[in-house]
């Protein structure tokens, strides 16, 4: 507990990151979401970025009154669960909202993700659920009292009432790193909202990671700074070793997945052989320029560039450190961030030649990374410490 409140400390400001110029950058950014068109995706039916864009002015520190996040929230929660990127974003917005007063409809997120969860234990892009309907809805329910945090920030409301959720069917075959690794966000935001999941959906996802790892070390040499002895680099892909190397984005998200089961399975993250071996891959192929690879599919190397630092951010937060070998990834990223952000306030190409992303998908994971925003792992759930 104590080295992880250093680590938070340390983290408030970065090596060579001015302050005020993120803070500014972040303002406008902030002021482009506002306008911005909420971009969903056609070809995996995904129906808007309603809940990432939600997750981002949240954490940019834009209140529960703001107008846009009640268009949001209006818009999410009114809307059915459909697709695995939505969903587990749309729980870690209402635990970071409201835990205890949105605690049922988190219910229906687990619900959802646990009946899209593959038989091999990864997540696809998920299919809508009858389970769903057998969990209670939280109309009527108060909102929780503010509490003052002891950093100034709001606390998140004592979860008072566990709810169970329990599988009601099971996903296709076979699903990919990338919606495997939201769904592990999900499920720890349902976790830390004290919804009880079957510890076999934990087991059976991790069981799925270790076996979509890289089997041998992707590069030779000594163990990269910070990490246990006999520690080597091995990576993720998108779908499996066994067709491709592992690259930047599904690594790191990777990475953070297997610290929050660690987490959730009260097993020591630091000591698990593949998480720091996906951080020692993380160490030697470093960059904050290029989603280093190469990808699945004919991509620029700086497309999903911004996904990829979003999970990043998620891997270093998790797991504690702000190092990835002799790399600060904060520093490095922040700065690097702030070097290209468009003068309209807004991240990415536009548009984004070959890539799947878009300027508005883009802005969010800048901000973001650029806010620290994922809650690191302490042993109360009661208690959320988020670096400015």
Known sequence: ????????????????????????????????????????????????ADELILLTLLHAGVGADDAKVKELLGRILGSPLERTYSVSLQAVCLEELDRVRYQNRIAQCAQFLIDNQCANGQWFYGESTPGVAGVAGDEGRPAAPTQAAANGKRAKPKVEKKVPVTRTRTGPATGDNSNSAYAALGLRACFDAGITIPQDVFVLAVKALREGQAFKAESKGPTPKGLPSGSAPRGWCYHSPQTHRGYLSMTAGAVAAMTLYDYMLKKEWKKDAAVNDGLAWLAVNFSVTENVGPMEWECL??????????????????????????????????QRLLAVQNAD????????????STPTWDTCFAILFLRRATAPLVPSVDRYIAPK
């Not at 990151?17 to 406008?28: H, L, P, R």
């Not at 979401?33 to 070809?43: D, F």
């Not at 306030?345 to 070959?354: D, H, T």
């Open 345 to 356: 306030g807004s991240w990415g190409e536009k548009p984004a030649e070959k890539s799947w």
């Open 1 to 48: 507990m104590f080295a992880a409140l250093l680590f938070l400390l340390a983290a408030q400001s970065a090596p060579g990151v001015d302050d005020q110029k993120v803070q500014e950058a972040i303002k406008k950014g902030v002021a482009w979401l506002r306008t911005a068109p909420s971009h969903g995706s056609e070809k995996i039916k995904i129906r808007s």
């Open 301 to 334: 190397p700086e497309n999903e560039l911004y996904y990829g630092l979003y999970a990043m951010e998620r891997a270093g937060m998790l797991y504690g450190t702000p190092i990835f070998g002799e790399h600060n990834w904060y520093s490095e990223g922040a």
